[in-house]
Nanobody, 121 residues
């Protein structure tokens, strides 16, 4: 069982940066792929980025490539999402998830409570 707690969200101007953190509890953290998803008001939850558990391979949705970086520290049971050059369309609740390597929410069994990111124009 893995419990996830996100932090680091907030209000930022367009072009600014934020770093989200996701702290995981549970001894099997390093066995899971870790992903970030986001959900804007009135929209479905969408994939943002994922990192594999063993070699740390990463995959991003096209709209964040070159701006966002996902990383993990298995020793600290923490996954990060560094977000640069933020745009108003990045505004959403961001969720951390643990599960199988994939881009669909269905691939992930464990979810955090979410953290709000708001980008003003």
């Amino acid at each position: 069982q893995v419990q996830l707690v996100e932090s680091g969200g907030g209000l930022v101007q367009a072009g600014g940066s934020l770093r989200l953190s996701c702290a995981a509890s549970g001894r099997t953290f390093s066995s899971y792929a870790m992903g970030w998803f986001r959900q804007a008001p009135g929209k479905e939850r969408e994939f943002v980025a994922v990192i594999s558990w063993k070699i740390g391979s990463t995959h991003y949705t096209d709209s964040v490539k070159g701006r966002f970086t996902i990383s993990r520290d298995n020793a600290k049971n923490t996954v990060y999402l560094e977000m640069n050059s933020l745009k108003p369309e990045d505004t959403a609740v961001y969720y951390c998830a643990a599960g199988f390597l994939g881009t669909s929410p269905g691939a992930f069994d464990h979810w955090g409570q979410g953290t709000q990111v708001t980008v003003s124009s």
